[in-house]
């Protein structure tokens, strides 16, 4: 199983600020790769895919980076909307996997 | 714009069994590929299972394969996840959610969710 590590677990920032995030694969999985946004009491929505891939209706504010075992997703300025958790999925190799999310707070 | 309405949770005991629903609109439920995820409040999400857009094929993770079954009714626009042996560990929101990919098979069987139902608590306890 591919295991995704994200990091930081908790990111403090304020509004206008940059963050970026980060996720590790356990091995190669190509730029099969995933991101998504969860805020209290919602479910995830689809942010980006295919490692760079802004998904419909994604605010260009958001990017995401790489390939084979490390990724990144850039939020270049935060809005107050941004602040919640991102998690990234992987879909190379079944069982298809999260990492354990990064979650962006207001400092 | 795309709908999936979840229906069938609730709290069972230890031992027994739940069928979870998903009702789907929005889309032609049958060119699509579906997921069950679920998430522990609070904590991260783990995928479940997927069943390719025919039903041709079914891919479980192994906390549930032989206990889980997940099945479609393309005639009803339908997806549901069948579980048996519940035990503490199965407690968790599940979700059913749309794979992005239309006609999904072999290496793009199963890729990413692009929309997502509701959610519903399953709670197993005595």
């Known amino acids: 199983e591919i295991v995704l590590t994200q990091s930081p677990a908790t990111l403090s920032l304020s509004p206008g600020e940059r963050a970026t995030l980060s996720c590790r694969a356990s091995?190669?999985?190509?730029?099969?790769l995933a991101w998504y946004q969860q805020k209290p009491g919602q479910v995830p929505r689809l942010l980006i895919y295919?490692?760079?891939s802004r998904a419909t209706g994604i605010p260009a504010r958001f990017s995401g980076s790489g390939s084979g075992t490390d990724f990144t997703l850039t939020i270049s300025s935060l809005e107050p909307e941004d602040f919640a958790v991102y998690f990234c999925?992987?879909?190379?190799?079944?069982?298809?996997?999260f990492g354990g999310g990064t979650k962006v707070e207001i400092k | 714009q795309v709908q999936l309405v979840q229906s069938g949770g609730g709290v069972v005991q230890p031992g027994g069994s739940l069928r979870l629903s998903c009702a789907a609109s929005?889309?032609?439920?049958?060119?699509?590929?579906m997921h069950w995820a679920r998430q522990v409040p609070g904590k991260g999400l783990e995928w479940v299972a997927f069943?390719?857009?025919?039903?041709?094929?079914?891919?479980?993770a192994d906390s549930v394969r032989g206990l889980f079954t997940i099945s479609r009714d393309n005639s009803k626009n339908m997806l549901f996840l069948q579980m048996t042996s519940l035990t503490g560990a199965d407690t968790a929101v599940f979700y059913c959610?749309?794979?992005?990919?239309?006609f999904g098979s072999g290496s793009s069987a199963g890729t990413y969710f692009d929309s997502w139902g509701q959610g519903t608590l399953v709670t197993v306890s005595s």
């Open positions: 999925q992987q879909r190379s190799y079944w069982p298809l996997t």
């Open positions: 091995q190669s999985v190509d730029s099969y």
């Open positions: 295919d490692a760079s």
């Open positions: 929005g889309f032609t439920f049958s060119h699509y590929g």
């Open positions: 069943i390719r857009f025919d039903g041709g094929d079914q891919y479980y």
């Open positions: 959610a749309k794979d992005m990919t239309p």
